[in-house]
């Protein structure tokens, strides 16, 4: 299975910045495509790449993504932006259900799993974030927390389960600079892909990605676990040269 290796850039840009960013790490990428690479980028720049991507010489190698959507199809809900909308961006990927949302928008396991509908349903790819807190995994909570949280998403969304992205993103490690050891984050993608094959067939298609603070440094011993299919790679996705780095690493 191709890795994917997907650039969260959370609230952060400016359309000088994002230019100069997005230019950098496509004159940087390999001449052939070593895995999967995306940006889900803050959504009113959503436009500005679908632009450049017609301009910039190897960006049309790197697919969009988006950091949200409603779970609503459309309507009275100001301030959404619906799946549909996303899609007439060119969106492939959009993340739902990351820790942020969880804790600063009370997001929960059943709203996540009506945005992966929402995201599936017009043909994108819902990048479902699960993961634990500190005090969750230091109670033994782990395997419990990211069970519930990814069988909301399956029950919800089974017959079209293999369609999905799931990342792994231990609260504690997210922008901290604290990192799963590679064998904690294996362990727990094991858990997850047990999850998946016991919920459809097609288990093999779903890549499942480390979302705790992959870096330039720690990306390839990660990325060599055998159930890490990728990263949802946060604050190094904002640094060209890092974020070759990790590219490089996924062709290991």
């Not at 495509?33 to 017609?54: D, E, G, I, M, N």
């Amino acid at each position: 299975m191709k890795k994917l290796i997907a650039g969260n850039w959370k609230m952060n840009g400016s359309l000088a910045a994002n230019e100069a960013l997005l230019t950098a790490v496509a004159a940087g990428m390999p001449a052939q495509p070593v895995c999967a690479v995306a940006v889900c980028v803050p959504s009113p720049y959503l436009a500005q790449f679908q632009a450049l991507a017609l301009s910039v010489r190897g960006l049309s190698a790197i697919d969009l993504g988006a950091q949200d959507v409603s779970a609503k199809a459309s309507g009275a809900y100001t301030g959404e932006v619906s799946a549909a909308m996303l899609k007439d961006f060119g969106c492939r990927y959009v993340i739902v259900g990351h820790s942020e949302r969880r804790q600063y928008h009370a997001e929960t396991d059943a709203l996540v799993a009506e945005k992966a509908q929402q995201a599936l349903a017009a043909g994108i790819t819902p990048i479902v974030c699960v993961g634990e807190t500190l005090a969750e995994r230091e109670a033994g909570q782990t395997e419990n927390i990211v069970k519930r949280q990814l069988a909301a998403v399956i029950h919800t969304n089974g017959h079209c389960i293999s369609e999905i992205v799931v990342a792994y993103e231990p609260v504690w490690a997210i922008g901290t600079g604290k990192t799963a050891t590679p064998e904690e984050a294996q362990a727990v993608h094991a858990v997850l892909r047990a999850q998946l094959k016991a919920a459809t067939d097609h288990a093999d298609r779903v890549k499942i990605l480390y979302g705790g603070s992959m870096n330039a440094a720690n990306a390839a011993s990660l990325l060599g676990q055998p159930d890490i299919d990728g990263g949802l790679i946060g604050g190094a996705s904002l640094k060209a040269n890092d974020f070759l780095t990790i590219i490089a690493a996924a062709a290991v």
